[in-house]
Structure formats: structure tokens, C-alpha cells
């Protein structure tokens, strides 16, 4: 559950000002308000002065994000965030008796626990080395892909004809049965790999027609199918000639998820702690 609390937590930032190019580099027209400082002017409401120090802590306060600034968003959505700002402002000071009610105190407890989780994993650190470490510990377990499979096949209309192709390769084995399916690839498969004597390459089974891949992968390298193998395609004749069965997801493409699993873990064990020194008793069934 903290950790689903935690997530919602960090991606609201996430989506608050999407399209918006906050972080990121941003196109010529969508370049920041020039000019703008902390204790810039924004606006006033009554005589008194708002600044864009105000307006980012609003703003930071919305979205969980302290690193979101005013002058770094696109000049014409300054504006927009200046308006919301003051609008909090104005109907405030209608609004807020509402701070002396319970629930109220009750709602504040629990935005100070999650902008309190905010900070807290934005401090945690995690190094790069920590996160090959977790990679290379976990690689079989969270990073193995879907054997990627060599092979060469035939296809042909007429079953019958596949079936005698089959027959005619039994019993050879090794370089010989390579040889010999190239050639027989090559004078009947009506395939575009037939130029190259059915050979396929590397690839995925999920990639090719069900039946197809089926038939693959039961196969041992440098087995044949015994009997031909009906896709939309015809009937083929399938040859595996290698099983790469250790390959994973290369660990700069996951870098950045495995850094926020281990920042999460960590202030998981945290709250933990709080938990593990908090004397609880529930008087209710409680899951």
C-alpha cells in the first residue's frame, strides 16, 4: 500500500504539465519568460505582491514536484499558472473557516505525508554502480527476453511435397543435413529466403505465424520437423540451427526503472521502521 501511495505520489508530477516540455529541451516557441527571478512581480491581489517564489511553491505544492519552477515553463503558460495562484488566493479568504474542521486537519495530515514521501525519495540516492549491481544479481530473474531462435525453413503449396522434402532429409545430421536443406531451400521453397537457403537469421518466435512458432520451439538445434507445418504461408519444412535462450534487456534501457525501484525499496524500509516502532492496536478487522 506505500508503495502504491508513493507512486501516485511522484507520478502526478509526471502528468501536471504535460506537453508542456518543463524539463526536457523545448522548441524555439516554447521558450521561458525572459526576466524572471524569485522575487519577481506577478501580480497583486489587494495591494499585496505575489512573486514567482509564491507561485512555485504553489505550484510544487499541486504537483509533488520541487523541481518545477515558473521561469523555466513556456512564456505563455506563465500566465496561466500566475491566474491559478491568485484564484487560491482570492477564494481563500472565503474558504478558510474551513481550516478549523476536523476534516480539514484530517486532509492536511495527509498531504504533509505525501509531500513528506516526495522529499524523502527525492533525497535517496542510488548509483549507478548500485543499479548494474541489482541488474547483473537479477538478470535471468526481471531481464531475460524471449529465446531468440536460428533457423532455416521451406515452404512449399502442396503438402505432400513438403512431406517428401522431410523424408528425404531424414537421417542426415550436422553440416550434411545444412548443406542438403540449403539446397533443397533453394530449388523449392517458394519463400523470399529461398536465395538464401531458407535461412531465417535470428529472431523471435512471437514474431512469426502461431503454428510456425510452435513448431520452433519444440524443436532441438539441429532437428528437423517430422511432419510439415501449416501457416497461411503453405506448408513448411523447419530446421533449428541455433537456441539463444540468454537474452536480455540491455541495462541502459532500464537504468532509470531499476534506480527508482531500489529509491522506492529504500523508503520502503524506512517506513518500515516508523512502522515496526509505532504501537498499533486495531479494534476492527483490518487487512
Known amino acids: 500500500m506505500k508503495k502504491i501511495l508513493l507512486s501516485a505520489t511522484i507520478a502526478i508530477s509526471a502528468f501536471a504539465f504535460a506537453g508542456m516540455g518543463g524539463h526536457t529541451k523545448i522548441a524555439h516557441n ?13 501580480a497583486q491581489i489587494n495591494g499585496k ?58 486532509l492536511m495530515k495527509k498531504i504533509a505525508v505525501d509531500l513528506w514521501m516526495t522529499q524523502e525519495y527525492n533525497k535517496i540516492k542510488v548509483s549507478e554502480k548500485d543499479a548494474k549491481s541489482f541488474y547483473d544479481k537479477n538478470k535471468d530473474l526481471y531481464f531475460k527476453t524471449t529465446p531468440k531462435l536460428k533457423a532455416r525453413h521451406i515452404v512449399v503449396k502442396d503438402e505432400k511435397l513438403a ?24 530449388k523449392y521453397s517458394i519463400g523470399p529466403s529461398k536465395v538464401d537457403g531458407g535461412e531465417l537469421g535470428y529472431f523471435e518466435p512471437k514474431t512469426m505465424a502461431q503454428p510456425f512458432a510452435d513448431a520452433v520451439l519444440k524443436l532441438k538445434v539441429g532437428e528437423i520437423t517430422k511432419k510439415p507445418v501449416q501457416t497461411r504461408f503453405g506448408y513448411h519444412v523447419i530446421l533449428l540451427e541455433d537456441k539463444n535462450t540468454k537474452n536480455y534487456v540491455p541495462f541502459s534501457k532500464v537504468k532509470g526503472q531499476i534506480i527508482a525501484y531500489l529509491k522506492n525499496k529504500k523508503l520502503d524500509d524506512e517506513l518500515t521502521k516508523i512502522d515496526n516502532s509505532t504501537k498499533v492496536k486495531y479494534l476492527v478487522p483490518v487487512k
Open 49 to 106: 505582491k505575489v512573486t514567482v517564489k509564491d507561485v512555485n511553491a504553489y505550484m510544487q505544492g499541486m504537483t509533488k514536484d520541487f523541481r518545477i519552477r515558473l521561469q523555466d515553463l513556456p512564456a505563455q503558460h506563465v500566465g496561466d499558472f500566475v491566474k491559478k495562484y491568485v484564484d487560491t488566493e482570492k477564494y481563500y479568504q472565503k474558504a478558510k473557516s474551513i481550516t478549523k474542521t476536523p476534516q480539514y486537519k484530517a
Open 163 to 186: 512431406q517428401k522434402l522431410i523424408n528425404e532429409l531424414k537421417g542426415l545430421h550436422g553440416k550434411v543435413l545444412e548443406k542438403k536443406f540449403a539446397e533443397l531451400a533453394k
Open 30 to 42: 516554447m521558450a521561458p519568460m525572459k526576466g524572471l527571478t524569485e522575487n519577481s512581480v506577478v
